[in-house]
Each structure stands twice: as structure tokens, then as C-alpha cells.
């Protein structure tokens, strides 16, 4: 008799609950599809990075933010609460607490955080690290809505004392509660804790974000949707709580995989790795025991969309957890980390598992609500679109991230990846269009269709059950404690599987590690370690609003790979000021962790003001709103950035302890584990970084052009093309110094017309780039590549009318006007090298190897060289003297520097 | 901590099949919650079909539906 007033109970709350249930789905599939466009503009940016580049609130970063909080929160997080909404009553055999309190949560879900925080987002207020991009206060509402479902789903389990808890309420349970522990942890801690011990906590929450938020909640309604539409129990209660428990086990402590090859301790590093394997396994078991579930029900697969979109789930889940297994490891992740092949990973995560497996579930429970509409053939159409476009948008970012891993490995610019992904990109953004197309198929299948009826809709349920097989102990449910009570508070053990998993795993994962950290940064950091500056402190805030470190890391990992590209490996102590850590988890862009002193100011603030201007490939976003409408003139946050900027790497640099160790160069050879694995390795670079500027090569060596005329011929028409592509947007099309990008860099970049070089001048300069000046080193390109650029760079130099005889009288005149007034700077004999040019940048030019055109120094002793330490000379000198100065110079070309010392 | 994972997993795992193999008791009662949620959802549908199919004026009147 009770049990029938329960009953009777819980479905007056179920019918009034409905509304519940289809306000959760509306919105999440209202959220879904605004985040789906955002994901859509963010892929368009890739190919067309001036598209809506414009405006702040449009820009690539912060589209990308709301894309995956968009997906997260609105998408993910309402189509499960409309799931608890259903399911809870059945599995908890009472209602949920409050049907107000339910509206509450709506409210708090949607219009405290999913809402507010896409408009803060965009607004420019966020948090750039993974799975945590909205902003503190959004932060706060969204551990309250997790208190408040505590109350709302978990209590019921609690008070009915289920001696029987079924899978799906095991995870529904455990999901709630170590999410509720897991989200503060990830989202606050970071911002207390700085850089590689924060990256310890935010590991922890990216991997919990999916591995314990999204991951318990598909799978629990994967477990329920199966029996319910076969009329067949599940294959294996036991194997679905084997999996339970290894999963909550064994999935917080994955975290760290997202830092392999980081500052983080080994062992928290091994551990994650080796958790990740396991991982694989459990899923195994799950995946295993669904499908299973779904033996001889092939044909129901086949006609019921919903259970479809479940199986599709249950694969998909399966074939990203074995893939993320085998990315673990160490020897695929030196290879794919930071690629599309990561991001391939996520989305097959996101649509492929949990995204179908929500779709299944709602469409499942929609039928079984009377009054909605149902139409099953959108609803197929929606399938096949989604099946079509995932599937060809996980193959296309597989196979980008493979080239773009291969390029990185190699000794090729980087830009030279970007390019190489360009068509990848394009594919990726049109296979976005039938996912689109699928999720509005399915939002259509709900609204159009003939209606479900009362009897329909209870016909297909009763149908479920009538097949039931009744076990042969006791089937009802028990309200009291009996048999094996020890083990009957299944709902307690479930309750204290989230909160001790969730315990474990922030023990071994973040303080024990952060607590090793803490010692070696203690034993590592030099004595005075510089600070951030308010102006640098400021503009790291607007790099982190603007997405930056989605696609620039600033973690140079112990690779071999890394270091010959970008310099010695991040260390810990380096981060010790960072809050929150910017690490980051993806490339597009180069690792920014060693810019201090590689690129000039003008260079970054014409980059910023627009990439394409500088490198003309780039697919970085423009931040106009950075600028009063030039580059040259920045506002307070464009400075704040560049300041920024310009620090990163600056303790490394200043504490000498790359000089030391390049002086050493003990260990080059060293295997990229044992780089991980010796702190002795640690702070070693085994040769000079690709990126490295500042004269740390000085023995660059001499590109001599061919000399055979035929292959001379064929090597400036390549030179041509590298020049074309590499460096037209500065010097110019034709070489003139007037490209897109001179008007705002100072010094400008050279006229290669107006002066004859050296071989050994041109091979220096693009071997070490020029310090001081915009010009960067270009010792990545292959040999063959630099070679044909001295090729074409000479054929451009125009013949100097300099080439006449020159009176002897007049050289001598000029030698001593040089020796006068130049050479303190230009040396005695004109070969750079005199006492003050150490300390100048760009150093004076060495005419024994560089002739400028008569008209070019003519020019050059009138006006000076702006940005650079070369004063005007026209009111100090008359016309005879530099007469006389521009002969001399003229003269030392080609001959050797002793002689003219002489 | 490699080894403690190891070693943690496969003792869950190996305690887990002594009591499935040693306790038929066990294997009864952890089977039992995938027949009882079936169960709990005849008894909803039924008690709502009723409702539904005789025109419960509740039912009638809740507009949520």
C-alpha cells in the first residue's frame, strides 16, 4: 500500500515535472546550436582570419572560449538535467526534492551562468585556462547550481534507501558529487596557486571536466535508454560496477597526461600515463557490456533513431577512450600533442560520445511525454547528417594534426605548418555545416511530426517492461535494509565514491606534486627574480582575455624537438609569479616562452595590429581595438601587451643559465625521456635554438650561390619564391624595403636594391637575423632554401655608379674624415666593430662586406637611419667631406678588413 | 605512484571477482537493480496510463503536458 501511494507520489510529480524537462531541452538545444556557430566562426577564422576580425567581441579567442563553455554548460548541462528530470524519479522511486527548487536550478544554469557568462566572455572578462574559461563569478553560481542538484537528485537516492541502486543512479550520484568537489578545485585553485603548481590543479579539472562531468552522465543514460527500448535487462550489473568503480578510480587520475613532458614531477607525469592505459581498459569493459546489452537487437538498432544515436555513442565513446589512451603515451605524445589531432580527439569526445549519447537520450524520453511532437524522419536525417560530418571532421583533424606534428619535428619554419593545415582547415569548417545541419534535423524531429499521444507514449513504455524477466529473488524494491545490508546503502558507497575518488586523486595529482614543486622552485630560482611590472601584469590579463594562450603555449616541453625550435625547456621555477598559469594545451602559433629580446617592439605591435603584415601567412587574429587606428600608435593596452610580451622569458635570460649550460653542452644527444627524467638535463639546451636571437650563433655559416649560370638561374627564380612567401610583406615585392608592414617598423626593413652584400653578410643576417631591428633569424629554412635567398637577394642589387674609379686624394680625404667621425661606431677601417658598437642594436654596418649604392649613402649621411644609432650628418659635415665619406665607404668592399685597418 | 595504481586497481579488481566467484549471494543481489529498474518503470507507466487513458481531470488539467 505504501508503495502504491509512492508511486502515485512520484508520478503526479513526474507529469507536473515535464515542463521541467522540456524547458532543459529547449534550452539546451537553443545553446547548442549558438555554440556550434561559434565553433563554426572559429573555424571560418582559420582560413579567413580577417572575417568579423574587427571587433573585440568577435574575436577568435573569445569565440573559442564560448564555443566549449557554450557546449559544456548550455548544451551538455541542460540535456542532462533534463534526463535527471526523467530518470531520477524512476531509478530513485520518488520524486526529485522540489519542482521549485527545479526551477530554480534552471534559472541559476542558464540565466547565472551559461548566459552571463557568454556575454562576460565576450565582454572580456574570462579565464584562459581549459574547461574553465568563464569568469569567477560566473564560477561561483555554477557550484551552487552543483549544491543545489546535490539536494535536488542525490537526496531522493538518500531517502529512499535503495537496497538496489541501479548503474545509471550510481553514476548520476557520483557525478554530482565529484563535480561539485572537482569544479572549485579547477577553477579557483589555479588562480591561487601560480604556474606549473596551478597547471597541477587545472590538469586535474580538465581531464575531471570531461572524465567526471560529461563522461558519468552519457553513460548513465546510455544504461538507461538501452533496457528501456530493447525490453531486455543489461547484459551485466556487476561488469557495469566494475566499470563504475574503475572509471571513478582511475579517471581523476588522468589529469596530468595533458603535461607530459612538462616541469610537473615525473612520477605525477608516469602515474597519469599509466592511468591512462588502464582507462582504456575499463572503458573496454563498459563499452563491452553495452553492447552486449544490445545482443540480438540489431534490428531495433537499426529502426529506433534514438537507441541509434546511443550505439553510435557507445562506439564512439570506446574509440576516443582507446585513443586517448594510446596519446598518452609518451612516444605518440612527443609526436600529436598540442596538433588538430587533439582537438580531432575532443570533438570526437564531445559530439561522438557524449554529444549522440545526450541527442538518444533526449529523443528517447520526448517519445514517452505525452502531447510532444515526434518526427522519426528528421530524426534519422539528423543522424546520418551528424554521422557524416563527425566522421569526416575527425579524419580531417586526424590527419592535419599528423602533418602538423611532422612539420614541427622537422627544421622548417613555422609558419610552413600553418600553411601546410591550411586545406585541412577549409575541410574541417565545411564539415561543420551538416553537424549544423544535423542538430537543427533533431530540433525540428521535436516540433513537427504527429503528436505523442497519452496512450502512445505510456503504450511504448509498457511494451518496455512487459518483457521483463523476473529475477528470482526478491525484484521489488526494499525500504528497509535486509539481505547483505552491509552492502545495501548502495546510495552512501556511491555518495562516498565521489568524495573519496575526488579526495585521491587531488592528493596525488596536484599537492603531492605541487608540494615537490614547491621545493625544486625553492632549490632552482635565482636569488632576484623579476617581477611582472603593472603595465606587463595588465597586459597578461588581456592576453589570457584574448584566448592567446590557446594557440601559444608557454611551455617549452624537455623535447628535443621543442628545444632545437624554441630554447631550454620551461622550468618551474620560471612560472613561480604566473596566476593563473598560461601553459596552455594547443599550437597554432610558436611557443612565446623565450620572446624576450627576439623581436623588436614595432615588430609586435605591427603584429598586433595586423599578423599579415609581418608574416604573411599568419592566421593570427587582428586586435585593432588595441590601436588608434595604426600601429604606431598603441593604446595603454596595446602597450600593456607588448610589455607583456617583451617580459616573457626574461628571468630565464637574465639568470644566465642557458649561457652557462650552451658554454657546457654536456648533454646534447641527450634522449628526449632521459631530458624528462635528469634534473640535471633539465637545464640544458643541447644546441642553439632556431628561435634564439642576440648573436648566440656567431659562426653562421657561408652560403656561396652557385656558380654555374644554369643552376645559378634556377636557384634565384626559388630564391624568388622563399622571398615571396617569407619576406615580401617587409622588404617588399620587388625587395624595395616598402612592404606592407614598413610603414610602422623602425628601422625599416633594408632596400636590398640600393646596396651589394656579401655572401658572408647575407648568410649572417638570415642565420641570426639582425638584433635591434625586425628582422629575425631565418636558420630554420634548409640550407638549400637560405642559399637560394643570397642568390636572389644579390641578382636584385642595382650596379652603383660607385664602381668608377675613385681618386686616390679623395679616398685618403675620406678615410680620415671616417676615422673622425665614424668610427667610434663603424670601427677605423669600417668593419662595425668599433668601441661603441657593442653596445648598439642594430649594429653599425660592416661595409667591407655590405656596399651601399652611392645614392643610398648619400642619402643615409643626409637624414640618418631612424631607429637606429646613425645620425643625420647633413648640418655637421659639408658637401666635400661627405663626398669624401660616401667614396670611402664605397671603396672597402671585398676588401679584407686588415687591410683596410692598415 | 605507478606502483601504487597498479597495485590498487588489481586488488579492487581481484577482490571483486573472490566475491563473485565465492558469494553466489553476491551475484544475485548486485544483478538485482537491472530487473528492478524495469520494474519501476512498468509501475510509472501503469499508474500514468491510468491516469491518462480515464481522463483524470489532475491529469487533464496539468498544462505542463
Redo the contacts between chains.
Keep these: 500500500m505504501a508503495s502504491l501511494m509512492d508511486a502515485i507520489i512520484v508520478c503526479k510529480w513526474l507529469l507536473q515535472s515535464t515542463s521541467l524537462i522540456r524547458a532543459h531541452i529547449f534550452a539546451s538545444l537553443a545553446t547548442l546550436l549558438i555554440s556550434v556557430l561559434f565553433g563554426l566562426l572559429v573555424a571560418t577564422k582559420f582560413n579567413f582570419p580577417e572575417f568579423l576580425g574587427g571587433h573585440a567581441w568577435l574575436t577568435w579567442g573569445r569565440l573559442r572560449y564560448n564555443h566549449t563553455q557554450g557546449i559544456f554548460f548550455g548544451w551538455l548541462g541542460n540535456a542532462f538535467l533534463a534526463f535527471f528530470y526523467y530518470a531520477v524519479p524512476r531509478l530513485a522511486d520518488r520524486p526529485v526534492l522540489s519542482r521549485r527548487l527545479g526551477w530554480i536550478l534552471f534559472c541559476i544554469w542558464n540565466f547565472a551562468v551559461v548566459l552571463p557568462g557568454w556575454v562576460l566572455v565576450a565582454a572580456g572578462f574570462s579565464q584562459p585556462l581549459e574547461w574553465a574559461e568563464f569568469p569567477l563569478v560566473v564560477d561561483a553560481f555554477v557550484v551552487l547550481a552543483f549544491i543545489l542538484m546535490v539536494f535536488e537528485f542525490v537526496l531522493p537516492f538518500l531517502r529512499t534507501r535503495l537496497s538496489d541502486l541501479y548503474v545509471s543512479a550510481w553514476y548520476i550520484i557520483g557525478g554530482i558529487i565529484f563535480t561539485m568537489l572537482a569544479y572549485p578545485v579547477g577553477n579557483f585553485v589555479p588562480e591561487l596557486v601560480p604556474g606549473a603548481q596551478g597547471a597541477a590543479f587545472s590538469g586535474l579539472w580538465i581531464h575531471d571536466a570531461v572524465g567526471l562531468f560529461v563522461t558519468p552522465f552519457a553513460v548513465a543514460i546510455a544504461y538507461y535508454v538501452i533496457p528501456a527500448t530493447t525490453r531486455r535487462a543489461i547484459f551485466s550489473h556487476f561488469l557495469s560496477m566494475v566499470g563504475f568503480w574503475l572509471l571513478f578510480f582511475i579517471y581523476p587520475l588522468n589529469g596530468t597526461h595533458h603535461y607530459v613532458y612538462s616541469a610537473i614531477p615525473m612520477a605525477a607525469q608516469k602515474g597519469a600515463i599509466v592511468a591512462s592505459a588502464y582507462l582504456g581498459m575499463a572503458v573496454i569493459l563498459v563499452v563491452t557490456n553495452l553492447l552486449l546489452s544490445l545482443r540480438g537487437s540489431s534490428g531495433t538498432v537499426a529502426r529506433d533513431v534514438p537507441l541509434r544515436f546511443v550505439w553510435f555513442g557507445a562506439v564512439s565513446y570506446l574509440l576516443v577512450s582507446l585513443q586517448g589512451s594510446v596519446q598518452a603515451l609518451m612516444p605518440v605524445n612527443r609526436f600529436i600533442h598540442f596538433s588538430d589531432w587533439v582537438i580531432g580527439h575532443s570533438h570526437l569526445a564531445m559530439i561522438g560520445f557524449a554529444s549522440f549519447i545526450a541527442l538518444g537520450g533526449i529523443a528517447h524520453l520526448w517519445q514517452r511525454i505525452p502531447g510532444t511532437r515526434y518526427n522519426e524522419r528528421t530524426m534519422n536525417w539528423s543522424f546520418w547528417l551528424l554521422a557524416a560530418g563527425l566522421t569526416l571532421m575527425i579524419a580531417d583533424l586526424t590527419m592535419a594534426g599528423l602533418v602538423e606534428a611532422q612539420v614541427w619535428d622537422s627544421s622548417a619554419p613555422w609558419i610552413d605548418s600553418v600553411r601546410s593545415v591550411a586545406n585541412y582547415w577549409l575541410v574541417r569548417t565545411f564539415s561543420g555545416l551538416p553537424v549544423l545541419a544535423g542538430f537543427v534535423m533533431f530540433w525540428i524531429s521535436l516540433v513537427s511530426g504527429p503528436a505523442v499521444s497519452a496512450e502512445t507514449a505510456f503504450a511504448a513504455s509498457r511494451e518496455v517492461s512487459e518483457n521483463i524477466p523476473i529475477f528470482d529473488g526478491d525484484s521489488s524494491i526494499s525500504h528497509e535494509p535486509s539481505f547483505a545490508s552491509r552492502l545495501s546503502y548502495a546510495h552512501v558507497v556511491a555518495f562516498g565514491a565521489g568524495a573519496g575518488f575526488f579526495a585521491l586523486s587531488f592528493l596525488v595529482l596536484a599537492i603531492l606534486p605541487g608540494k615537490e614543486l614547491a621545493d625544486e622552485i625553492k632549490r632552482a630560482a635565482p636569488v632576484t627574480m623579476p617581477t611582472l611590472t603593472a603595465s606587463e601584469q595588465r597586459g597578461r590579463v588581456i592576453y589570457g582575455r584574448e584566448g592567446c594562450a590557446y594557440c601559444h603555449t608557454e611551455q617549452i616541453r624537455f623535447l628535443g624537438a621543442d628545444v632545437r625550435r624554441f630554447g631550454a625547456p620551461t622550468e618551474a621555477w620560471e612560472t613561480k609569479y604566473d596566476y593563473p598559469q598560461l601553459w596552455g594545451t594547443r599550437r597554432i602559433g610558436p611557443d612565446l616562452s623565450r620572446e624576450f629580446n627576439l623581436h623588436p617592439q614595432d615588430w609586435h605591435l605591427t603584429h598586433l595590429f595586423n599578423p599579415r603584415l609581418v608574416v604573411l601567412d599568419s592566421v593570427m587574429p587582428p586586435y585593432p581595438w588595441l590601436f588608434d587606428g595604426s600601429p604606431s600608435r598603441p593604446t595603454r593596452e596595446g602597450l600593456d601587451v607588448l610589455a607583456y610580451l617583451q617580459s616573457l622569458g626574461r628571468a630565464r635570460e637574465l639568470s644566465g643559465f642557458d649561457r652557462q649550460a650552451m658554454a657546457s653542452s654536456a648533454t646534447s644527444g641527450t634522449s628526449d625521456m632521459a631530458m624528462a627524467s635528469e634534473p640535471l638535463a633539465r637545464a640544458t639546451p643541447p644546441t642553439v635554438p632556431i628561435a634564439m636571437t642576440g648573436g648566440y650563433s656567431l659562426s653562421a655559416p657561408v652560403l656561396h650561390p652557385a656558380a654555374d649560370p644554369n643552376d645559378s638561374q634556377e636557384e634565384v627564380s626559388r630564391g624568388g619564391i622563399l622571398f615571396a612567401e617569407n619576406c615580401s610583406s617587409c622588404h617588399g615585392p620587388a625587395g624595395k624595403g616598402d612592404g606592407k608592414a614598413s610603414t610602422s617598423l623602425l628601422p625599416k626593413p633594408a632596400n636590398l636594391t640600393a646596396a651589394r652584400f656579401s655572401d658572408e653578410r647575407l648568410s649572417s643576417v638570415l642565420w641570426n637575423g639582425i638584433p635591434g631591428s625586425s628582422m629575425p633569424p631565418w636558420r630554420q629554412l634548409a640550407t638549400e632554401d637560405l642559399r637560394a635567398l643570397v642568390a636572389y637577394i644579390q641578382s636584385l642589387s642595382v650596379p652603383s655608379a660607385s664602381s668608377k674609379s675613385q681618386e686616390t686624394a679623395t679616398l685618403d680625404q675620406g678615410k680620415a674624415f671616417f676615422a673622425v667621425y665614424c668610427g667610434s661606431c663603424h670601427g677605423y677601417g669600417g668593419a662595425g666593430n668599433g668601441p661603441a658598437a657593442g653596445a648598439l642594436a642594430p649594429p653599425p654596418t660592416n661595409f667591407h662586406l655590405k656596399r651601399p649604392t652611392e645614392e643610398k649613402a648619400w642619402e643615409v649621411l643626409e637624414n640618418g637611419v631612424p631607429g637606429t644609432a646613425m645620425p643625420p650628418w647633413k648640418s655637421q659635415l659639408s658637401e666635400d667631406q661627405r663626398h669624401a665619406l660616401v667614396e670611402f665607404v664605397c671603396s672597402l668592399y671585398g676588401t679584407p678588413p686588415e687591410t683596410s685597418q692598415q | 605512484?605507478?606502483n601504487?595504481?597498479?597495485l590498487?586497481?588489481s586488488a579492487?579488481?581481484f577482490a571483486?571477482l573472490v566475491v563473485?566467484w565465492r558469494w553466489p549471494?553476491?551475484?544475485?543481489?548486485?544483478?538485482?537493480?537491472?530487473?528492478?529498474?524495469?520494474?519501476?518503470?512498468?509501475?510509472?507507466?501503469?499508474?500514468?496510463?491510468t491516469?491518462?487513458?480515464a481522463g483524470s481531470t489532475?491529469?487533464m488539467a496539468?498544462?505542463?503536458?
Excluded: T
Design positions: 605512484m605507478i601504487l595504481i597498479v590498487a586497481i579492487i579488481m571483486l563473485w549471494a553476491f551475484r544475485a543481489w548486485i544483478e538485482a537493480p537491472k530487473y528492478s529498474m524495469l520494474h519501476q518503470e512498468r509501475r510509472f507507466v501503469n499508474r500514468n496510463a491516469d491518462a487513458v489532475r491529469f496539468n498544462k505542463d503536458y
